[in-house]
Nanobody, 122 residues
Framework: QVQLVESGGGLVQAGGSLRLSCAASGRTFSRYAMGWFRQAPGKERERVTAISRSGDITYYTDSVKGRFTISRDNTKNTVYLQMNSLKPEDTAVYYC???????????????WGQGTQVTVSS
């Protein structure tokens, strides 16, 4: 069982930056690949980025490439999402998720956080 808690969301102007964190409970964090998803009002949940268990492989959806960076610190049981050059269309609830299998493009994650709101004003 893994519990995930996101933090770092907030209100930022377009062009600004935010850094999201996702802290995981337990001593098996390094066994899990991690992903960030987002869901805007009235839209389906979107897969944003993913990182392998060791952190050596990452994936980004096209709309965030060059602006977002996923990273992880297995000694701190935490995965991060650095978001730069934010746009109003990045506004959404952001969720982190954990999977025993690296799922960059598709597939079902095993554990989810409660989400953190990111709002980008124009």
């Amino acid at each position: 069982q893994v519990q995930l808690v996101e933090s770092g969301g907030g209100l930022v102007q377009a062009g600004g930056s935010l850094r999201l964190s996702c802290a995981a409970s337990g001593r098996t964090f390094s066994r899990y690949a991690m992903g960030w998803f987002r869901q805007a009002p009235g839209k389906e949940r979107e897969r944003v980025t993913a990182i392998s268990r060791s952190g050596d492989i990452t994936y980004y959806t096209d709309s965030v490439k060059g602006r977002f960076t996923i990273s992880r610190d297995n000694t701190k049981n935490t995965v991060y999402l650095q978001m730069n050059s934010l746009k109003p269309e990045d506004t959404a609830v952001y969720y982190c998720a954990a999977s025993l299998v690296f799922l960059p493009v598709s597939g079902r994650y095993d554990y989810w956080g409660q989400g953190t709101q990111v709002t980008v004003s124009s």
